[in-house]
């Protein structure tokens, strides 16, 4: 393994992550540089020109949400995000908090936030990557040579060592979703408490 990687290929070395692969990579490239990514904020609109930035592992996309509605404020404690290609193609979706010091965000016409959503892809579905770049064969590296469903290890040549540490990294991945899922249903449940009053 090269000094500047880390011990699973990512490009930072001092970061415990494994990466997505280059044709994965290459099809987020081809989707930026044609300006084909719109950000759908469900019930509040659509971003067609975000401003997106990748790394090995991640996405990171910055727009402004500007809102039209309503005439006076309301309280808005999570919004639903979905990332698309310009022909509506669904990549990503997500679901995010906008509480603010543990109470809601308040919304009206002419109210805007600057955001950040920053998204991790551990692998890319097989079929998109072929679709966006043609490549056949394995197109991620979690992806199993012999049974081309996406594992734990997948096409990497791990030692014992390297095994126990991507199981304590998924482990630690699991338990943070586990947690951003948590604080997001608190989320809904408030502004579902909210509408009814």
């Keep these: 393994m090269s000094q500047d990687k880390n011990e ?104 805007f936030f600057d955001m950040v959503w920053d998204i991790q892809i551990r692998s890319m579905d097989p079929k998109l990557v072929k679709a966006f770049t043609g490549a056949y064969g394995l197109t991620s590296r979690l992806q199993d040579r012999d049974t081309g469903e996406m594992t734990l290890t997948g096409n990497m040549n791990l030692n014992s060592k390297q095994k126990g540490r991507i199981i304590t990294l998924r482990e630690g991945e699991a338990w943070s979703k586990d947690d951003t899922e948590r604080r997001t249903a608190e989320s809904v449940a408030k502004q579902d408490k909210s509408r009814r009053r």
């Design 8 to 111: 699973f290929g990512g490009g930072n070395r001092t970061s415990l992550y494994t990466p997505m692969s280059e044709v994965e990579q290459e099809v987020l490239e081809r989707l930026i540089a044609a300006g084909d990514l719109r950000v759908h904020v469900l019930e509040w609109g659509v971003v067609n020109t975000p401003r997106v930035t990748f790394g090995d592992a991640r996405i990171q996309i910055q727009f402004r949400l500007s809102f039209d509605r309503p005439a006076t404020p309301i309280p808005v404690y999570f919004l639903d995000l979905e990332l698309r290609t310009g022909s509506g193609l669904l990549l990503f979706r997500d679901r995010k908090s906008v509480e603010y010091g543990g109470k809601p965000v308040s919304v009206a016409a002419g109210v």
